[in-house]
């Protein structure tokens, strides 16, 4: 027996969550609140099923009435209750116009089958899309609302996934498992109550095997389940490895790990492949089991049916028909074998995405959010202690302010919590104690979308989109005109770059900026800050990654760029450093000492240590 609960496999580091309960009442019903727009393409889905189920019953049918009326007819029999509802004389008594009508009416019928599957399938995986497309859109929403601690402790990869391969299940449900599964039921339905009335002893010769249908199918499903669900383990291991050693593949190079890789590959995408191999087992023996028992139930039916034949019990139109009817039962019965694990797989993916679409930001945004003030605002830091887990405390007691105008370096050996200063004032993360307030109050009271909207942020890596520089300047930001991105690239000293371009500030940007050197990506970096015009800036080690002389061609610019502006420059360089009105200092997460370059080296303290071993050498070049 399998646990109904949503558990957790870690494999190498990866963990899949895997949902064992193959139906939750509350799960569809929420999946179903997204088709409820589109009731109307519903309405007409569900119509054709049901015709479409009506119209399976037809063409054996029409094969008794021909038999039993033109070519073998037995003027003692009986007529069915469905005869029985037709109008008397609706076929010709001419044996050849009778068989011509009833040819007409099996073209029709097939006809109609072809049509009404075809408008079921074109309206239902239309409908489904746009669910899906909606779900997918408030998922993506939803993830660029939430707050950089859901970032710090999901991968990537699985909210990739969840965006796609799970919404790509959740479609196929409602598109093929759910419909074809109500279609499978409605059929079955209709052909037993047809058969009932042909013969109620055949129909029951007919369903002595159905135990053994059953027996077979719950067999396969449990072991189809327990292959899919280490396919999907399986899978996430791959994509986990494949996502390591793409990205790293340099390091690979240059460690000649490429022979080692591809064994450790090996190994993962055996356990994928032996994991398939048991689902290729368990279909091979499953569509043969009920086939045998299909043809069993078939040669009682022929058995005992012809008995009654040669007895006079039974028509020979009525056998026929039954002989048509009997592979047409058990076909939906495999079907709905199969369908079962797509509605299990959907559900797992229904708890993973509805997991996520429940999951709320820990930065909480104001009811009633308060207006920045519209200049000359201070910066502090009243008391700031901060720990992104328990008592794990990054910042201690930290307190400091900046005056309107004013230019901070921050400075500190490597997890001293300078970033995590920017983390806080942006409100990425809220406070842990104390408060952070700009021209008195607390940034906890503004909407964080309009407080990040004042700040302009150069980071250390830069990170560009796919696009253009001119898309990756202006950032969507509809009040900066080309013209603007191209005197902000000229003012960072990208211009001479850009005029080397044919398209110029149009050429195309792949991926992550790698068509791209470092340097440039850091420039545009600096264009984009210089573009928006910002209240506030705050640059990163901004210039980390930028060479001596381009530091040089950038550095007037930076002047204009804090220029009137509160600025926060985490320092790297000792140039960057020394153009600052004061100096933090951080050490272990508290604030030691803060003062000028000259006060600092003065006292002999943190700071002078520091510069021993990191300024020094570059105050000589």
Request: proline share 3%.
């Amino acid at each position: 027996m399998h646990d109904n609960r949503l558990t957790p496999l870690r494999i190498a580091g990866v963990e899949e969550e895997v949902l064992s309960k193959a139906y939750d009442r509350r799960l569809l019903g929420r999946l179903v609140a997204y088709l409820r727009p589109y009731r109307g393409h519903i309405a007409v889905s569900v119509t054709c099923l049901l015709l479409h189920s009506i119209m399976q019953i037809a063409g054996p049918l029409l094969t008794k009435i021909a038999i039993d009326r033109y070519l073998a007819p037995n003027p003692a029999r009986e007529s069915t209750v469905i005869e029985n509802l037709l109008p008397k004389d609706w076929l010709s008594a001419d044996p050849f116009a009778g068989l011509g009508q009833i040819t007409l009416l099996y073209f029709a019928a097939l006809a109609g089958i072809f049509l009404f599957e075809f408008v079921q399938t074109y309206v239902m995986q239309y409908t489904c899309q746009r669910a899906m497309f909606d779900l997918r859109r408030e998922l993506f929403a939803h993830l660029q609302r939430l707050d950089l601690a859901y970032y710090d402790r999901n991968p990537v990869g699985r909210m990739v996934t969840r965006v796609t391969s799970d919404v790509d299940t959740l479609n196929e449900l409602f598109a093929s498992g759910l419909v074809t599964i109500c279609g499978d039921l409605l059929t079955l339905a209709f052909i037993t109550a047809v058969m009932f009335q042909l013969s109620p002893m055949l129909t029951v010769v007919m369903l002595l095997v159905l135990p053994g249908v059953v027996a077979v199918t719950g067999r396969f499903r449990r072991a189809v389940t327990q292959s899919f669900r280490n396919i999907r383990v399986a899978i996430a291991r791959i994509n986990s490895y494949l996502q390591e050693h793409i990205t790293g593949i340099v390091v690979l190079h240059l460690f000649n790990r490429e022979s080692r890789s591809r064994e450790e590959f090996h190994r993962i995408n055996k356990v994928h492949m032996d994991a398939y191999k048991d689902t290729i087992t368990a279909y091979g023996w499953f569509y043969p089991a009920v086939e045998f028992l299909s043809y069993l139930s078939l040669a009682a039916v022929l058995a005992v049916g012809g008995f009654r034949v040669e007895g006079g019990g039974l028509t020979l139109g009525v056998l026929v028909a039954f002989v048509q009817y009997s592979t047409r039962f058990f076909r939906p019965i495999q079907d709905l074998s199969e369908k079962y694990n797509i509605l299990q797989s959907a559900m797992a993916s229904a708890e993973r995405v509805f997991g996520l679409l429940d999951t709320r930001a820990e930065v909480a945004r104001p009811r009633d959010p308060r207006v920045m003030p519209e200049s000359g605002a201070r910066i502090e830091f009243d008391h700031v202690s901060f720990a992104y887990k328990n008592d794990d405390w990054v910042l201690r007691d930290v307190s400091f302010a900046i005056e309107p105008g004013e230019t901070i370096a921050v400075v500190g050996h490597t997890g001293a919590g300078k970033t995590t200063i920017i983390s806080l004032l942006l409100r990425f993360y809220d406070v842990t104690r104390g408060a952070i307030r700009i021209g008195g109050i607390d940034i906890r009271e503004f909407d964080p979308t309009a407080l990040r909207s004042h700040f302009g942020v150069v980071l250390q890596y830069p990170c560009l989109f796919t696009g253009t520089i001119e898309d990756n300047i202006r950032m969507g930001t509809e009040r900066i005109g080309r013209e603007d991105a191209e005197e902000a690239a000229e003012q960072v000293n990208l211009g001479a770059f850009l005029r080397e371009l044919p398209e110029g500030i149009g050429h195309a940007v792949q991926e992550r900026g790698n068509s791209l050197s470092t340097g440039q990506k850091q420039l545009i970096g600096f264009a984009r800050a210089l573009a928006h015009d910002p209240r506030f800036l705050i640059l990163d080690e901004a210039t980390s990654s930028v060479d001596t002389e381009t530091e040089l061609r950038i550095r007037e610019a930076l002047s204009r760029l804090v220029e009137g502006r509160s600025s926060i420059v985490i320092a790297h360089r000792l140039s960057t450093i020394q153009r600052a009105d004061r100096i933090l200092v951080m050490h272990k997460g508290r604030l030691r000492e803060k003062g000028t370059h000259q006060e600092l080296l003065s006292e002999r303290g943190v700071y002078w240590k520091l510069y021993q071993l990191q300024y020094k050498d570059q105050e000589r070049q």
